[in-house]
């Protein structure tokens, strides 16, 4: 089996910063993964926020790139997701979701990240 756990959340002001992370454990090979973290705001449905491809492609949704940046430590099995200038807008529910070869999508528990101005 695949497990993702992330971890990080927590509450922060408008135009702080939070740095979020995500194990993923398993009989994988985690450079082999693509990866990435989504959010779901209340009364809305989960959306794409980076996303990071087995060939080292990264894509951004419009309304984080440039203030959001993915990383990853294949040491670790660690992905990251580093938020900065946060908005009220950017509060949610974040999950990581591990796609590796041979397994289904895994998505992890989520996390609550709040933003208050």
């Known amino acids: 089996q695949v497990h993702v756990v992330e971890s990080g959340g927590g509450s922060v002001q408008a135009g702080g910063s939070l740095k979020v992370s995500c194990v993923v454990s398993?009989?994988?090979?985690?450079?082999?993964?693509?990866m990435g973290w989504y959010r779901q705001a209340p009364g809305k449905e989960r959306e794409l926020v980076s996303y990071g491809g087995r060939d080292g492609t990264i894509t951004y949704a419009d309304s984080v790139n440039g203030r959001f940046a993915i990383s990853r430590d294949n040491a670790k099995n660690t992905l990251y997701l580093q938020m900065n200038s946060l908005n009220t807008a950017d509060t949610g529910v974040y999950y990581c979701?591990?796609?590796?070869?041979?397994?289904?999508?895994?998505w992890g528990p989520g996390i609550q990240v709040t933003v208050s101005s």
């Open positions: 979701a591990a796609d590796c070869p041979r397994w289904p999508l895994v």
């Open positions: 398993g009989r994988i090979i985690f450079s082999g993964c693509g």
